[in-house]
Each structure stands twice: as structure tokens, then as C-alpha cells.
């Protein structure tokens, strides 16, 4: 069976940067979309960016500009660089994908931004 598993997160300064990865492993035959969401601590999961297969990206208004989302569809994986980070960035981040024809989700991974 298919599944997400993330990596990258961190503790980093104000202003830092980060990379998230969200690697697709096991019998992968189709992906049509990458989403990277956060949950902060008392708040609801939101969406931070989505890049479709062949490279569209959206972006939550929060992070335009600093964050970038891109994906590699030979190792169908998905990325998130993170830069400019804020504290307001402190959350746990899921990876999503459409992943044979099934919402598929990760285990997340914690992003604290703090001095």
C-alpha cells in the first residue's frame, strides 16, 4: 500500500529557512496532486499550498512570497521551502496527496519557529 512520509521540520530562528520533503513510497502508480497543510495548537488544519502534476501552484495568502511548493515526479516526492519563517509559522505541517485515486496523508511533521 502507498503512503506519504514527511521530513525536514525543525526548530528555527525568525527570518530562517526550512525545506520540507514529502516522499511517496510502496506501490505508487498515479499522484495528480501535492497539498501542504498546518495545524497550529488550537487552530484548524489549513491549506498552505497545492502543486498539481504538471507544476501549477497555489498559494495560501499568508505564505506567498515566502514560501515555494514544487514537486519531482520521477521520485514522486513534493517539496516546501520555507523561508522568511515567522512564529506565526509554528505548526505541525501534513503533506496530502491524490494518490491512486485515494486521499492519502502523512504523518506530519512540527515546524517551531522561535528565538
Known amino acids: 500500500q502507498a503512503h506519504l512520509v514527511e521530513s525536514g521540520g525543525g526548530l528555527v530562528q525568525p527570518g530562517g529557512t526550512l525545506r520540507l520533503s514529502c516522499a511517496a513510497s510502496g506501490d505508487v502508480f498515479s499522484i495528480s496532486v501535492f497539498r501542504w497543510y498546518r495545524q497550529a495548537p488550537g487552530k484548524q488544519r489549513e491549506l498552505v499550498a497545492t502543486v498539481a502534476y504538471g507544476g501549477n501552484t497555489q498559494y495560501a495568502d499568508s505564505v506567498k512570497g515566502r514560501f515555494t511548493i514544487s514537486r519531482d515526479n520521477a521520485e514522486n516526492t513534493a517539496y516546501l521551502q520555507m523561508s522568511s519563517l515567522r512564529p506565526e509559522d509554528t505548526a505541525v505541517y501534513f503533506c496530502?496527496?491524490?494518490?491512486?485515486?485515494?486521499?492519502?496523508w502523512g504523518q506530519g511533521t512540527q515546524v517551531t519557529v522561535s528565538s
Open positions: 496530502y496527496a491524490y494518490m491512486n485515486y485515494q486521499d492519502t
